[in-house]
């Protein structure tokens, strides 16, 4: 049965880690997968979480299923904070939010739903997206194309390029687009921008897929997804996956949700049940701890504080590098302008390196994805200097 089963490829990304990990230098550095490290090279453990967890030891309950939708507590939480506390359509009932395993959780669920109520659409992901976007849905059974995104000669969005992709869709096509922290460019859209994308969505009958597995490391957690709330005013259904991997640093936690915007209260309650028999065959019901934590945090006016503080504190330190690298790239490889990484938003930066340069780099124990996407995240200030100087010397 099993004999003439191919070796599957490697996920591109992950891939990378393995290899950093068979590395047997002790100054390697890993610019590939996208986590964030904090200054010392260390993955953080929150002080907010660590807190809920001593909170959650204190007061230990017996490990009973979740509901299907996950914990009540969490979900409420996590539609504040996409939607905004006290907006309408969570006062209207018009939103409908469950846990899931991660952001690629919350993407399966909405892919998987989709494809059972809409199952004709195809889908459309920018020109480049996160590797595992066409997968997932590939693997729902859609037809998955790009849409134009990224101009390598200016380092930005090709703005027209894209509108007219989005212009030429069919009706009822699902468009994913990334709310912030574009992955893997880091090219964002301005907001002016991002209303001539919501009315081109609109005219074209189109189905919005917001991903938001960045909220926090753009220009903070309200401006990062108050993108959310314009696509709710715009009308028309919304789809939201969003993860606390990275903004809570919970990466193996899984911790993530999927929420969908309904016409009424009526048509939210019938898309619940729709998602909870979604969930039902594929996991039957999230995990507790990790829920429990982040809605601990979020709804803890204390923690709450301090888990603002400290994803500020992310957000700084990695505006910081992105500044350092733009400075000492400036004096180490004078004949290069990489005036452009200050401008990308988020964890990644797509450096313009080569396939070659960056295999030159991994000569020398740096590791970056193929594209030349580098995770500024991983940059600290005892290894930028190592890593200008092998980037300045590949050039
Ligand atoms: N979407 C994007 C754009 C991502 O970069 C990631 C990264 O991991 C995900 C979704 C998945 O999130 P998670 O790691 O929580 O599954
Ligand atoms: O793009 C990244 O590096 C992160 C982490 O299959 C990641 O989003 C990468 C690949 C993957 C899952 C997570």
Redesign the pocket.
């Known amino acids: 049965l099993f004999g003439a089963i191919d070796m599957a490829p490697r996920d591109p990304i992950l891939g990378i880690t393995e290899a950093f990990n068979a590395d047997t230098n002790p100054a390697k550095i890993n610019l590939g997968v996208?986590v964030y490290y904090d200054d010392g090279g260390k993955v953080p453990l929150l002080q907010c979480v660590q807190k809920a967890e001593a909170k959650l030891i204190e007061q230990l309950s017996p490990r009973t299923y979740l509901p299907i939708e996950g914990l009540a507590a969490y979900d409420k939480a996590v539609q504040e904070l996409v939607f905004g506390a006290g907006s309408a359509v969570i006062q209207e009932k018009r939103a409908v939010t469950v846990q899931a395993?991660?952001?690629?959780?919350?993407?399966k669920i909405g892919a998987d739903f989709l494809k059972r109520f809409s199952p004709n659409s195809e889908v459309f992901i920018s020109d480049p997206?996160?590797e595992?976007?066409r997968a997932l849905f590939e693997s729902a059974g859609f037809i998955v194309n790009n849409y134009t995104y990224y101009d390598a000669q200016t380092h930005g969005v090709n703005f027209e390029g894209m509108l007219d992709s989005l212009r030429k869709m069919d009706a009822g096509s699902i468009v994913l687009l990334?709310a912030c922290?574009?992955?893997?460019t880091g090219a964002d859209l301005t907001q002016e921008q991002w209303g001539q994308v919501i009315e081109a969505v609109k005219q074209g009958g189109l189905i919005p897929f917001l991903?938001?597995?960045?909220q926090g490391f753009g220009a903070g957690i309200a401006e990062d997804g108050a993108v959310v709330g314009r696509f709710v005013d715009a009308g028309g259904p919304l789809l939201v996956?969003n993860?606390?991997?990275?903004s809570f640093s919970l990466?193996g936690e899984?911790?993530?949700a999927l929420s969908v915007v309904a016409s009424s209260a009526d048509e939210a309650a019938r898309l619940l049940s729709q998602l909870k028999r979604v969930v039902r065959t594929n996991y039957s019901s999230p995990p507790t701890h990790s829920g429990k934590v982040v809605a601990m945090v979020l709804s803890t006016p204390e923690l709450r504080q301090l888990w603002e503080d400290e994803l500020a504190g992310m957000r700084v330190r990695i505006k910081q590098m992105r500044e350092a690298l733009v400075e000492k790239l400036a004096q180490k490889a004078p004949g290069r302008d990489f005036a452009f990484v200050r401008e990308q938003v988020g964890?990644f930066s797509y450096s313009g390196l080569t396939k070659e340069q960056v295999g030159k780099l991994r000569e020398e124990s740096i590791y970056a994805v193929d594209t030349g996407r580098i995770c500024v995240a991983a940059l600290n200030s005892k290894n930028i200097d190592l890593v200008v100087d092998a980037i300045a010397k590949v050039l």
């Open positions: 996208g395993l991660g952001g690629t959780g919350a993407l997206s996160w595992n976007h990334h922290c574009h992955n893997p991903d938001m597995a960045y996956s993860s606390f991997s990275k990466y899984r911790v993530g964890m």
